[in-house]
C-alpha cells in the first residue's frame, strides 16, 4: 500500500506538472498569436493612415483635339508684331539726289560768225567773238505732259549770260508746251504737250548729252544763241539791229563734263539751225 501511494503521489505531480506545462505553452501561443495579429493590424493601420494622409497626385489631363473645322471653335490667330525701324528715311540715290540743286559760276563762250557774203555765195568764216558771262545751272525732276514722262535722268535748265547780251545761251532740255493748241502751220497739237529736246545720260557724275530735236517746226524752240544781226546782210556799215537775234541751236549740238553734289564743270559744243553761228563754251559752277 506504500508503494501504491508513493505512486499516486507522483503521477499526480506529474499530472499537474503536465497540466501546468500545457496551460503555459498555451499562454504563450496565445501571446505570440496575439501580438502577431496587433502588430499586422497596426501596420495596416498605419499603411491607412499614410494613404489617407497623402495629398491627391494631381491628374493628368491630355489636351483635347479639336477638329479645325469645327465650326464652334475659331481658332484666334495672333496679330503680328510690328517691325520697329529705328532708321530714318533713305535719302535719295542717284541722278534722283541732284532734283533741285542749282549751281552758279561763269562761262567762257567763244563764237565763231560766218555769212553768205563771198563772191560765189558760199558760206564762209567771217569773225569770232570771245565772252565771260555769268551762268547757272538748274537741275530739277523730269517733267511729265499729258501722260508722258521725259526719259531723262532730270531736267536740265542751263542759262549763259542775260538773253539780250551778245553770246548768250540758254539749253532747256525739255518743256511742256501750254500756250497754243496749233502750231505755226495751224497744225492742232495737245496743248499739254510734252516736248524733249535733249538725250542725256548721267552716271556717277558724268554727264553727256545731245540736242536730238530743236522743234522749230512746233516753233518751241528754246534751246538758244543769242546774236546780233546785221540790218541788211553782208553790209556791216548800215549797223545791226538792236539787242540781238535769238538764234536756235541746231540738232546735234553736245554737253559733256561732270554734275556732282556740289560742283558741275561741263563743255558744249554746237552751231546754230541758220549755220550762221558756231559755238563753244566752258562753264563751271558750286552748288548754292
Do not use: I
Not at 479639336?66 to 532708321?87: L, Q, R, W, Y
Not at 559733256?256 to 558744249?268: C, I, R, Y
Request: charged fraction near 15%.
Amino acid at each position: 500500500m506504500t508503494f501504491l501511494s508513493g505512486s499516486g503521489e507522483r503521477c499526480t505531480r506529474v499530472a499537474v506538472a503536465a497540466s501546468v506545462c500545457a496551460g503555459l505553452l498555451g499562454v504563450l501561443l496565445t501571446g505570440c498569436s496575439t501580438s502577431g495579429s496587433t502588430s499586422s493590424a497596426q501596420t495596416e493601420g498605419s499603411s491607412a493612415s499614410a494613404v489617407d494622409s497623402a495629398p491627391p497626385s494631381p491628374a493628368t489631363t491630355e489636351p483635347t483635339s479639336v477638329p479645325t473645322d469645327s465650326p464652334a471653335v475659331e481658332t484666334a490667330a495672333a496679330p503680328p508684331t510690328p517691325a520697329t525701324d529705328d532708321t530714318s528715311p533713305s535719302e535719295p540715290t542717284g541722278a534722283s539726289a541732284l532734283w533741285g540743286q542749282r549751281y552758279s559760276g561763269t562761262a567762257q563762250v567763244t563764237v565763231d560768225v560766218y555769212d553768205y557774203c563771198s563772191d560765189d555765195g558760199s558760206r564762209r568764216f567771217a569773225d569770232t567773238k570771245t565772252y565771260s558771262m555769268n551762268a547757272t545751272l538748274d537741275l530739277s525732276r523730269p517733267r511729265t505732259g499729258e501722260g508722258e514722262g521725259e526719259t531723262n535722268p532730270f531736267s536740265l535748265l542751263l542759262a549763259v549770260g542775260q538773253p539780250s547780251e551778245a553770246g548768250a545761251v540758254s539749253f532747256s532740255s525739255s518743256a511742256v508746251s501750254t500756250v497754243s493748241s496749233q502750231d505755226l502751220a495751224g497744225n492742232p497739237r495737245d496743248p499739254n504737250l510734252l516736248l524733249t529736246y535733249w538725250e542725256l545720260a548721267w552716271d556717277d557724275g558724268d554727264l553727256s548729252g545731245r540736242l536730238t530735236d530743236p522743234h522749230t517746226e512746233q516753233a518751241v524752240a528754246l534751246n538758244l544763241l543769242n546774236w546780233p544781226s546785221l540790218l541788211v546782210p553782208c553790209r556791216s556799215d548800215l549797223g545791226e539791229m538792236p539787242g540781238g537775234y535769238p538764234h536756235a541751236v541746231a540738232e546735234g549740238t553736245t554737253l559733256d563734263g561732270e554734275v556732282e553734289s556740289d560742283s558741275a564743270n561741263l563743255t558744249a559744243q554746237g552751231s546754230t539751225g541758220d549755220g550762221q553761228l558756231e559755238f563753244r563754251f566752258d562753264f563751271s559752277g558750286a552748288s548754292t
